[in-house]
């Protein structure tokens, strides 16, 4: 069964610039999650996508902003790119099939490596 | 709010030492609580968890115990290997809805030196 897949892997953007990000979760998981990891603010929730919609947002600004389709993928997308989203993206999936369920397992991707100069 | 506070690093150890890094947590309601591993280049792992106070969750070698009564979740193991080399984030999720969301600690870093 494959697992979470992140792309690209890799990514240098200049301040200003916008990116999106792209997950595709593991067959059957319909709920995922984005989360920003950075060596002075460590792991931190984005935001969760399930069933198309937006379930649950983390504190960051509008700039953050994301979607999922309808067969689960999710993009992030990041406007005016300032230094200081520098930052592995992490996407995790998980089967969630219905609001207030409770937790499930989240499966981690390796990430996408972002670096704004 | 909910937060995850974990000793600091780096730790060093010699292998077959015995492992201990320290977690607590604060919480509304009854957390579920997560330990997860980040090899170098990789995304996270999760290690083993506990749902409930009381449980022990366990995987590889590796335990930790849910405390209630000292909001703490202590990830511990008896005989550390090279291999063990990695990242650890101590991590918690309130059960309820919409709860799809994961807290994390500082991480801590683990080297084994053989």
């Known amino acids: 069964k494959a697992g979470v897949t992140q792309t690209p892997r890799y990514l240098i953007k200049t301040r200003g610039q916008q990116v999106t990000l792209s997950c595709s979760p593991i067959?059957?998981?319909?709920?995922v999650s984005w989360y920003q990891q950075t060596p002075g603010q460590g792991l931190q929730f984005l935001f969760e996508?399930?069933?198309?919609?937006?379930?649950n947002k983390g504190n960051f600004p509008g700039r953050f902003s994301g979607r999922q389709f309808s067969n689960s993928r999710s993009e992030m997308n990041v406007s005016t790119l300032e230094l200081g989203d520098s930052a592995l993206y992490l996407c995790?999936?998980?089967?969630?099939?219905?609001?207030?369920?409770?937790?499930?397992?989240?499966?981690f991707g390796p990430g996408t490596r972002l670096t704004v100069t | 709010g909910n937060s995850v506070t974990q000793m600091e690093g780096p730790v060093t150890l010699s292998e077959e030492a015995f492992l201990t890094i320290n977690c607590t947590y604060t919480?509304?309601?009854?957390?579920?609580l997560f330990w997860y591993v980040q090899y170098p280049g990789e995304g996270l792992q999760l290690l083993l968890k506990?749902?409930?106070?009381?449980d022990k969750g366990s995987n590889k070698g590796f335990e930790a115990t849910y405390r209630k009564e000292t909001t703490s979740f202590h990830l511990e193991k008896g005989s550390v290997q090279v291999s063990d080399s990695a990242v650890y984030f101590c991590?918690?999720?309130?059960?309820?809805?919409?709860?799809?969301?994961?807290?994390f600690g500082q991480g801590t870093r683990l080297t084994i030196n053989p």
């Open positions: 995790a999936s998980s089967r969630r099939h219905e609001e207030g369920q409770g937790y499930r397992e989240q499966y």
């Open positions: 067959s059957g998981h319909r709920s």
């Open positions: 996508y399930f069933s198309e919609t937006q379930r």
């Open positions: 919480a509304t309601g009854y957390p579920s």
């Open positions: 506990a749902t409930k106070a009381d």
């Open positions: 991590a918690l999720s309130t059960l309820g809805w919409g709860a799809q969301k994961l807290v």
